[in-house]
Each structure stands twice: as structure tokens, then as C-alpha cells.
């Protein structure tokens, strides 16, 4: 006979979370009643109340006093890779309501890595733009962009940026060049400070990383970009012929 040594609220934790995620539950249904759910497991109120707690903390209910708890399914956004896209457009396309926030616009020196991968001198300068895009006002996805300066050397040039949903969207209208490809990496990491207060992630959650250069058609390099993707919330789709 196997034994399961988890103990009871974290069996329950598991057992619910399987629920949602297997659309047992409807998102906004409300949960039974503490004494139902209880009495359902065999196990103590105080014991139930610390596996709600987790599911609470972990994104899977809403609890309201008085009222009871509710779910929150974890539903994601499914975005293809094949082209280069706004990030918000994709966020759109999959049914949700997109927004862009820009979070900080900085003139900075860029670090070695950052040059050799602009096909910079050492020691040059540029802008960071971090920002995040949400879907149903969650943030999904938080980006990191580097602006070299001989593609944009102003601040309130760069500025501009805000007006727009994306940084292909901005570099396309706000300066000389067009981009016209994406080179990228996709890699799987854990979330570590700060990304974890950016997209509300707990620490070590895993994320999707995509990193890359954005080339205008002459193959100049005009911006290099990182993204952190909340994996609980966007899925990305390729498709291969």
C-alpha cells in the first residue's frame, strides 16, 4: 500500500488545484461552504482554512469575509512565435483586454555585453526602457529594452515611447529606422528579484525568458530586448511546416 506523507492540507491544496485546473470549476464559482468542504476531506476547519490560505496566496481563490471563496482560474494567453508581433496585440488577439505600462525611461552606459551585442564601441551610451504588459489588467509579461544612442541619442525623443502599445511600434514611427526582424532566445528561468514584484510571482516561479535583437532591414541592430513571461498566464505556440 503506498503511503501519502503529505500532510492533509497539502493534500487538499493538490486535490483542488486539480479541480481548477481541470475545469471542475467555473472562474468566479463560488467553493463550498468551510464545514462542507471540511466534512467532504474528514479533516478539521483549521486545517482546510491553511490549504484555502495556499490556494488563496497562490492565485487560485478570492476569499471575501462573509461571503466565501471563490475561484480564479488560472487562464492563459496562447501566442504564436513565428512572427514579430506586439506583445499587447497577441495579449488582444487571445480574447483579453491589453495594456502597456512603461515603468521607467533612463539614459544609462551600456554594459560590455550589451555593446558587443549592438555591435557597439565599449562604453557607449543608450536608454533602458522597462515596462509590462497586462492582460485583464494581470501583468503577464515584463520587458527590459535597450535603445542605443545612434539610433535615438534624446530624452524627450525617447519619451515617445509612452505614446505607444509597443517598442516595434515606437521605433517604427519615432525614428529613421524599421525594424524587420526579431533574432531570439527562448529559455525557461525562476523568478528572482525584482521580476517577482513586477509580474506578482513568488520567488523561484517559473518563467519564460525571451531575449533578442530587433534589426532593421540593412541587418543594423536597434534595440536589444529581454522579456520575463508569467508561465501561468502566457503559453506560446510554434508551429512548424
Given at each position: 500500500?503506498i503511503?501519502?506523507?503529505?500532510?492533509?492540507?497539502?493534500?487538499?491544496?493538490?486535490?483542488?488545484?486539480?479541480?481548477?485546473?481541470?475545469?471542475?470549476?467555473?472562474?468566479?464559482?463560488?467553493?463550498?461552504?468551510?464545514?462542507d468542504?471540511?466534512?467532504?476531506?474528514?479533516?478539521?476547519?483549521?486545517?482546510?482554512?491553511?490549504?484555502?490560505?495556499?490556494?488563496?496566496?497562490?492565485?487560485?481563490?478570492?476569499?471575501?469575509?462573509?461571503?466565501?471563496?471563490?475561484?480564479?482560474?488560472?487562464n492563459k494567453?496562447?501566442?504564436?512565435?513565428?512572427?514579430l508581433?506586439?506583445?499587447?496585440?497577441?495579449?488582444?488577439n487571445?480574447?483579453?483586454?491589453?495594456?502597456?505600462?512603461?515603468?521607467?525611461?533612463?539614459?544609462?552606459?551600456?554594459?560590455k555585453?550589451?555593446?558587443?551585442?549592438?555591435?557597439?564601441?565599449?562604453?557607449?551610451?543608450?536608454?533602458?526602457?522597462?515596462?509590462?504588459?497586462?492582460?485583464?489588467?494581470?501583468?503577464?509579461?515584463?520587458?527590459?529594452?535597450?535603445?542605443?544612442?545612434?539610433?535615438?541619442?534624446?530624452?524627450?525623443?525617447?519619451?515617445?515611447r509612452?505614446?505607444?502599445?509597443?517598442?516595434?511600434e515606437?521605433l517604427?514611427?519615432?525614428?529613421?529606422?524599421?525594424?524587420?526582424?526579431?533574432d531570439?532566445?527562448?529559455t525557461?528561468?525562476?523568478?528572482?528579484?525584482p521580476?517577482?514584484?513586477?509580474?506578482?510571482?513568488k520567488?523561484?516561479?517559473?518563467?519564460?525568458?525571451?531575449?533578442?535583437?530587433i534589426?532593421d532591414?540593412?541587418g543594423?541592430p536597434?534595440?536589444?530586448?529581454?522579456?520575463?513571461?508569467?508561465?501561468?498566464?502566457?503559453?506560446?505556440?510554434?508551429?512548424?511546416k
Amino acid at each position: 500500500m503506498i503511503v501519502n506523507r503529505q500532510p492533509l492540507y497539502m493534500q487538499i491544496v493538490k486535490e483542488l488545484e486539480s479541480r481548477i485546473e481541470n475545469g471542475l470549476y467555473e472562474n468566479g464559482a463560488r467553493l463550498a461552504s468551510e464545514p462542507d468542504l471540511a466534512e467532504e476531506f474528514g479533516v478539521s476547519r483549521g486545517t482546510l482554512r491553511e490549504a484555502l490560505g495556499i490556494l488563496e496566496k497562490d492565485g487560485y481563490l478570492v476569499r471575501e469575509h462573509g461571503k466565501g471563496s471563490f475561484i480564479r482560474t488560472k487562464n492563459k494567453v496562447f501566442a504564436g512565435i513565428e512572427k514579430l508581433e506586439a506583445l499587447t496585440e497577441t495579449i488582444r488577439n487571445a480574447g483579453y483586454e491589453a495594456a502597456d505600462e512603461v515603468l521607467e525611461i533612463r539614459r544609462e552606459k551600456l554594459s560590455k555585453s550589451e555593446c558587443k551585442i549592438l555591435q557597439l564601441e565599449p562604453n557607449c551610451w543608450g536608454y533602458v526602457v522597462e515596462s509590462l504588459r497586462r492582460a485583464n489588467g494581470i501583468p503577464v509579461i515584463y520587458c527590459y529594452d535597450v535603445i542605443p544612442s545612434n539610433v535615438i541619442d534624446n530624452m524627450e525623443k525617447m519619451e515617445e515611447r509612452r505614446k505607444y502599445e509597443c517598442m516595434t511600434e515606437f521605433l517604427k514611427n519615432a525614428t529613421s529606422y524599421t525594424p524587420s526582424e526579431y533574432d531570439s532566445t527562448l529559455t525557461a528561468v525562476l523568478a528572482e528579484e525584482p521580476i517577482t514584484e513586477f509580474l506578482q510571482v513568488k520567488e523561484h516561479a517559473p518563467l519564460i525568458k525571451l531575449s533578442g535583437v530587433i534589426l532593421d532591414y540593412e541587418g543594423l541592430p536597434i534595440n536589444f530586448g529581454t522579456q520575463y513571461f508569467n508561465g501561468d498566464a502566457y503559453q506560446f505556440r510554434l508551429v512548424r511546416k
